[in-house]
């Protein structure tokens, strides 16, 4: 077993083997495409020395993967906030910019981007195979077009710890045939048109999501659905969090005016420790692992170590009852 | 100018992709790595990035209702891309790489496939746009 891992650089740096993902993706297809044969894991390793996108949309299709012999595409995002100087997929026209065709596919810490102005359905994230992974993405739509999606999911997969924004149809759209499963786990998605959609046939979970400043935050009939956070109205589900009078700067920043920032600024944050820790992820968008069951895609993260008095209060409050 | 990046004899794949398809586009000044430079042909071509980019067929999600009464059915739903000539047509099979320089001409790959030919008829206000 060998890991086979390149570098994509757009910029072309020392070390760089690729300058764009999907000339990656196609050569080292050919020098080897059956991972499980070859026992091989093959690791796509992204950044941009000098900034440069990546404007190259990108198909994984045509590999032979399995759960032990998989494809990690790696951004270089570990703020979950929006970056102009790392690595970026990005298109500006219509079409797919990442689909992921194969299975056993993760993609992470990446971030993507959409800003075309013209008509056509265009997605982000195609997931047409079962088994692929989507985390700790950044993943955004700036243009003024139409039918815009973030994740359009059609099969069995996991969509974790995810940023979406901006997207005028669906930020992710679920909508697979009978019998395929899949998990939508502490996203935070604002600025759309629906957050999380399930259409067609699936069984979707959605628990401990985000959704915020959406004409439809929720929409659909999902088999579990618990602990989501919603400001419309009394929030939505089994054990739903209302967020309508809590949203506000302190949970929602943009001081640098590159890309807003959902992450936990307090305790008294409406996101802190009100989620579920049955099927939360290990760690957040930044990487950090999860002390308390916060929703959304930020862990709180506690700057000086140890415990802090309000969060043993908070801690005392929720566990052993208020007194 | 923008260099085209395309699939070579070394990047070939049979049932995958085929010679000339393209796999990126670039400006006249990217450079590539060594790597690119040996599993691919990059050729320059007069066509800027938005030239090329609208030769891309536009792809929609086209539905079709089972019944005119009221039901509890999903409609029919099926994609298709849309040709030169505004036909849209099925797609039965998804190419990986949308567009392919064919003797020195740039052009979509759908119909390379005779399963993407067969043209459907829509409502005419689809062609509108």
Redesign the interface.
Known sequence: MAERAVIVDPDNGAGTDYTSLSAAEAAEQTIGADLVTDTDNMVFNCRASSSTDDTTVVDFAGWTTSSAYDIEINGNQTTGVWSSSIYTLSLTTIGVLLTLSSQYITATNLQLSLSDNDWGATIAILMSTNNCKVISNIIRYTGSGSNRVGIRNLVSSTIETNVLYGFDDMAILNTGYSGSTSTVFNNIIADCNIGVSRGGDQTVTAVNNVCCNNTDDYNGTFSTFTNNASDQGAGEGTSGIDISATWDSTCFTDTDGLGPDWSIQDVDSPLYDVGTATGQPTTDITGYTWVTDDIGAFAWQTSGGGVTIPIMSHHFTKNIGAR | MTQL?L?AI????E???NIGDI????PDS????P??IE??DIVKVAESKEDI?SK?P????LTKAATTEWTDQ?PEGKAVWQGEDKQYRDIVTNP???LCLDKGVIKETYSKTLDNTATITTLSTLGS?
């Open positions: 990046l699939i070394k990047t070939y794949s049932s995958v992709n796999v990126g586009y670039f990217w450079v590539f790595s790597k690119e599993f691919f980019q891309i536009i792809i929609k999600s999903e990986k790489y949308k746009k």
